[in-house]
């Protein structure tokens, strides 16, 4: 296995970018730390590296934040204490609204494995309703069911 992902590793750095997903070594980086935490979450304890969450994380709200901008939704400070905070629309603006949870559980949300009631009962400074109702980057939903991991 380790011999293909060699012979393959130039020419998959080599793709252009998709007009949906971006940079296809960023969405399978992103891909590959998803399906990491989903093994974690049914037969571990514990949970992928902090540092891959977060660098899994830019595509995907960078991903969000056009999928929001889209919608016309409000500019969203997202901000993890145990990482750093990522503006979703006009950076500063006063109106923001602003919402408070791990670099985890962003990521997760962000790749489908969170449910509309759990992003909801996050710390909000304001009614989440246009945020969840936007949805998720393609091809992410929320799941219909709570997820914990």
Known sequence: MLTRWRDAAASFASLGDDPVMGQPAVWAFGDAVCHEADIYGAVANGH??????????SGLIRRWRDRLAHKGT?????????ARDWWLGMPNHPEAVTVEASAYEFFRALVGRRSEAQVRAWAWSSDPGPFVQAGL??????TRQDLVD
């Open 48 to 57: 992928v590296p902090h540092d891959a969450i977060v660098l899994g994380l």
């Open 137 to 142: 980057p393609y091809p992410f939903r929320w």
């Open 74 to 82: 409000p500019t969203l400070l997202l901000r993890a204490a145990d």
